[in-house]
């Protein structure tokens, strides 16, 4: 009979970094194909870049590229801190800090995303 793990922050974290990698692959590859490929980096302008952040969708889906690439790295540089450091009180500190990080750079991206693009007013 296999043992039941109690879920706590630590399997909560691995689990999501499992989840978040596997919505990572199509996310970001439809991004490089829809960006590189089909559009092409030379038609890209803030005309472009205002129609499709207009449309809730696109912003969703960014949202959700921002989200899941940033945690999945913030998660993975937390693990390399666990190998550089070993005190636990020095391990805690760190990875609260690491979260305001993550929590303030999300939301800085979060507003640009919900701001749009004012092609008005570049010059």
């Known amino acids: 009979m296999a043992s039941q793990v109690k879920p706590n922050f630590e399997t ?6 499992r989840y978040s990698g596997i919505l990572l ?3 970001a590859w439809f991004h490089v194909y829809l960006q590189d490929v089909i559009v092409g980096v030379h038609a890209i302008d803030i005309d472009y870049v205002a129609v499709r952040l207009a449309d809730a969708g696109w912003v969703t889906y960014n949202f959700l590229l921002l989200l899941f690439a940033f945690a999945h790295g913030m998660y993975g540089l937390r693990q390399v801190m666990f190998d550089l450091v070993h005190k636990p009180s020095t391990r805690r500190i760190l990875s609260i800090l690491m979260l305001i990080f993550w929590l303030v750079v999300s939301a800085i991206g979060a507003t640009a995303l919900a701001m749009g693009a004012r092609p008005e007013l570049v010059q």
Request: proline content about 11%; hydrophobic content about 65%.
């Open 25 to 27: 692959i199509p996310l």
């Open 12 to 17: 909560t974290a691995w689990r999501f970094m």
